[in-house]
């Protein structure tokens, strides 16, 4: 029997089965996983091998001076979002990953945000494959994009995300 130490971003799933992903569990922990998030009121709904998405509810709290979501509650959504959606995408080598570092991002903000707001987010699959078939340790770029929609399903903001993933390949041990 083989074992693998867990470090690196992985160490926040510890009970997470990389042949049998629990997308629930990873939700559940990534809901806990930003205490800023608590702050803002985004609930992380969902975490799959295609997309997460993370909900603003429609509170008082999160609304600036002209009765819209405020765009640092928007962002903050989006955010949680990108980096749920490559954890649900990277799930099966999450073993693998030292860190995932938001290194830019660009905000184009369509309509007024207002009443419940939901990012989706999804991360580029040509360069997710890279670091999923990564065999050697390194660093690697990967982007993402998140469409916040209203409850009419009308896209209030997009938002892109470039990403540094580092990948550490370690030798399992036996």
Known sequence: MTTREIAGFAAAYPELNYAAVDYEYLRAVSQAMVPFAER??????????????????????????????????????????????????????????????????????????????????????RELAEV?????????????????LDDNEVVVAKFTFDYVCDVAIVEERA
Request: net charge positive; glycine share 10%; proline share 2%.
């Open 132 to 148: 999923l078939g990564a065999t050697a340790s390194g660093r690697f770029e990967l982007s993402g994009k998140v469409a916040l």
């Open 40 to 125: 803002v009121g985004t609930v992380v709904t969902e975490i799959s091998a295609d997309r997460a998405v993370v909900e603003i509810p429609a509170l008082e709290s999160v609304r600036n001076h002209m009765g819209t979501v405020h765009a640092g509650a928007l962002f903050t959504a989006a955010d949680i979002a990108g980096a749920a959606a490559f954890v649900g995408a990277a799930a099966t080598r999450l073993y693998t990953v030292e860190r995932l570092v938001l290194k830019a991002g660009t905000a184009s903000y369509r309509k007024p945000a207002v009443g419940r707001i939901r990012a989706i987010a999804t991360v580029d699959l």
